[in-house]
């Protein structure tokens, strides 16, 4: 286990035992990365904060019953990937506008406007991707979790997975092929 | 070596693949123009995905860690009342629907039945031949004892 994953272990045993400084040194660990996951999974900055403070807030009520099965970070993605799907299921129901904020340029990008279409032409690319494959390719991608962790968090199998995130990749080559760096 | 599978190919453009599949991939790359260019295509992509940063959202510690606060000072609900909850709702369905049910029997049905006339009824008895009807009746089975009492008495006399 990481020194990482024993400090998170070590944090959620705190947690439970009434510690609310612990699980605010958890949230500062881990909000920017599953905020910046749920910001990307949902489009909106609001809607992603509220996902954050749901999935902390659930960890804090789950704390006397969490058992390091599997790693901090992956059952914190499950809940986190859950959220997401009740927030999504929401809004199909009821449209929103995303945020236009594609994120700032890459260091490499010599034109800031150039490195703003990119980032908007990859948004679009991940954004029409059906659900699940977004899912496990922004897990992929940007969390760094494996295809085991991944099946973790979702709860699909490793070969779904696997089939996931290949065709998830083949679609993103085809639609990314004039992108250059 | 076969070609490489998609999956070891985004594994091996993400730098992720583990040491002794990463050299026997490589290997297999170096001698194979097709999965060289797979794997540039499959690289370009994992490139330009990189261009969508995201900034950091506001710092949420602080106020996740009010609210839960609040929110651990709120006694539970005891494991067995959430337990029998269920059942109790049930039950008040059932106490509900009997209650509906009794009050729009009441409301739907007569307080009264109009019964037919006795006259009514024996006749119809007795175009039907319904003797034993007529006898069940209970002006049919007064006339039944009288005409009795009458053949009695006839003979008799």
New interface residues.
């Given amino acids: 286990m990481s020194e990482e994953a024993a400090g998170d272990e070590h944090l959620m045993s705190r947690v439970a035992a009434?510690d609310?400084?612990a699980?605010?040194e958890l949230?500062?660990r881990h909000?920017?990365a599953v905020?910046?996951f749920a910001?990307?999974m949902l489009g909106r900055?609001d809607a992603?904060?509220d996902v954050?403070?749901e999935a902390?807030?659930h960890v804090?009520?789950a704390a006397r019953r969490y058992r390091p099965e599997a790693k901090f970070t992956t059952w914190l993605y499950s809940i986190v990937v859950n959220l997401c799907r009740d927030v999504a299921r929401r809004a199909q129901r009821a449209p929103v506008q995303l945020d236009d904020?594609?994120?700032?340029s890459?260091a490499s990008?010599t034109d800031p406007l150039v490195?703003r279409e990119?980032?908007e032409?990859?948004?679009r690319a991940?954004g029409a991707l059906p659900e699940r494959q977004r899912t496990a390719i922004l897990l992929?991608?940007?969390q760094?979790l494996?295809?085991r962790e991944i099946a973790q968090a979702t709860g699909w199998s490793e070969s779904a997975v696997?089939s996931l995130?290949?065709r998830a990749?083949?679609t993103?080559?085809q639609e990314?092929?004039d992108?250059k760096? | 070596m076969s070609h490489l599978r998609e999956a070891e190919l985004v594994e091996l453009a993400a730098g992720r693949l583990e040491p002794p599949a990463r050299s026997a991939a490589e290997a297999h790359v170096g001698g194979c123009a097709e999965c060289r260019a797979r794997l540039d295509a499959a690289h370009r992509a994992w490139q330009a995905l990189g261009s969508w940063e995201v900034t950091a959202g506001h710092d949420l510690a602080d106020a996740i860690v009010e609210v839960a606060g609040r929110q651990a000072q709120v006694p539970a609900v005891p494991a067995w009342r959430r337990a029998i909850g269920p059942v109790l709702r049930a039950a008040a369905a059932v106490v509900l629907a009997a209650g509906i049910g009794h009050v729009a029997g009441r409301w739907a049905v007569p307080s009264r039945v109009s019964l037919p006339p006795v006259a009514d009824e024996r006749a119809a008895a007795e175009a039907l031949s319904l003797d034993v009807l007529a006898l069940q009746s209970a002006a049919g089975l007064a006339e039944t004892v009288l005409g009795l009492d009458g053949s009695a008495q006839e003979a008799q006399q």
Avoid: K, N
């Fill in positions: 009434g609310m400084g699980l605010g949230v500062r909000q920017g905020g910046s910001f990307r900055r992603a904060d954050v403070q902390f807030l804090h009520r904020e594609p994120g700032p890459t990008a490195a990119r980032a032409r990859v948004r991940l992929h991608r940007y760094e494996s295809h696997e995130i290949v990749y083949a993103l080559r990314l092929a992108l760096e």
